[in-house]
């Protein structure tokens, strides 16, 4: 079974940290991005990832591919010239999908989750029609466009932003076609939610699966803190031998790389992730925080709803809130509020 992601640009929304690596290679919860994507793939029974790129491919070609081997997935990029939407990059891949009957996934790289895919399959065979898309469940549909459909999950309208209520359930971004859906798609800049999801409605061909889980477009900071403390409670449930035990100076939800060292005194948590080689030094006192690789936070200092970026050094008695984001080797000094 193969499946599609669609990677995109330059990540402008999480800069400053994809002003140095493609986002798809940012970790999350100490992992890449992408990777929590693959590995929930390779999991449901796909071996051939297509990557769809337009930006900095040649690094991320190099990162992936190595990761890929290690699981035993084929990973293939497919690069646009010019960005081609979301359902361009289908129609440039279409010599890599098509030649099997079997559906194929497609996944926006920006989404977290509980990955349904195995339940996908099975959803999208038992009504045997073009396409399967998943939605989840939001509280404020006004922000969004919704998705209405029947008890059965046949799709009959979508509706932007609406006024009043019709449906608090969104595209959450992970969908499963037929073959048949490349006829559909020229090589030129797409919307799949606008131009090729309207004509499969029209033709009762697409249907909607509801995800039980939580999910998260962790593509901007703040939404990158509320998918990790969404991630790290549904880890909680799952494993929670992954994460620190509580005690004394860690509170709640904690996941920690064994290389990582954490100094006398600190308070940690909830809701904390801390990288590779990362130091704590003493005294210091984070919550809801992703420190990346390297970084080091010195004595007594106090972070609140911030990402630290890989070989960062936060000085002594610094005070960090309000989804500050450092980006790579940056040094603040001490006694330093931001």
Same mark, same amino acid.
């Given at each position: ?36 994507? #693959? ?128 449906? !608090? ?22 919307? #799949? ?63 920690? =790389? ?6 006398? !005194?600190?308070? #940690? ?23 990346? !690789? ?9 972070? =609140? ?30 006694? #330093?509020?931001?």
């Amino acid at each position: 079974m193969k499946a599609l992601i669609l990677v995109g640009g330059y990540g402008t929304r999480l800069r400053p940290l994809t002003l140095s690596r493609p986002k798809p290679l940012v970790e999350f919860c100490n992992k890449p991005m992408m990777m929590h994507q #693959i590995e929930a793939l390779v999991e449901a029974g796909v071996n051939h990832v297509i990557l769809a790129v337009s930006y900095r491919a040649e690094l991320l070609e190099k990162e992936v591919k190595a990761e890929g081997e290690k699981l035993g997935v084929k990973i293939t990029l497919s690069q646009e010239d010019e960005p081609l939407g979301t359902a361009g990059p289908l129609a440039l891949a279409k010599d890599l999908l098509a030649g099997e009957s079997e559906p194929f996934f497609v996944l926006n790289s920006d989404v977290i989750c509980d990955f349904p895919l195995k339940e996908m399959v099975q959803f999208h065979k038992h009504h045997g029609k073009e396409g399967t898309i998943v939605v989840t469940r939001v509280e404020e549909p006004s922000k969004y466009g919704v998705v209405v459909y029947d008890e059965v999950g046949c799709i009959e309208r979508f509706v932007e932003k609406p006024q009043e209520f019709v449906s !608090n359930k969104i595209n959450a971004g992970l969908y499963i076609f037929t073959p048949d859906i490349l006829n559909r798609i020229e090589v030129k800049p797409t919307s #799949i939610e606008k131009e090729v999801f309207p004509a499969m409605v029209s033709e009762r061909q697409l249907y909607a699966m509801e995800l039980q889980g939580f999910w998260m477009d962790v593509g901007q900071p703040k939404d990158f803190l509320t998918g990790m403390c969404l991630y790290l409670q549904s880890l909680r449930a799952k494993n929670p031998a992954c994460l620190l035990p509580q005690g004394p100076g860690v509170v709640g939800n904690v996941l920690m =790389d064994p290389t990582a060292k954490i100094g006398k !005194n600190c308070r #940690i948590g909830p809701n904390v992730t801390i990288g590779p080689n990362v130091v704590v030094e003493d005294g210091a006192c984070i919550k809801r925080c992703t420190l990346l !690789n390297g970084a080091t936070i010195k004595s007594h200092s106090w972070l =609140d709803s911030c990402i630290i970026g890989w070989r960062c050094t936060v000085g002594q008695w610094v005070r960090m809130e309000n989804t500050s984001v450092l980006g790579e080797d940056v040094f603040v000094k001490d006694e #330093i509020y931001i």
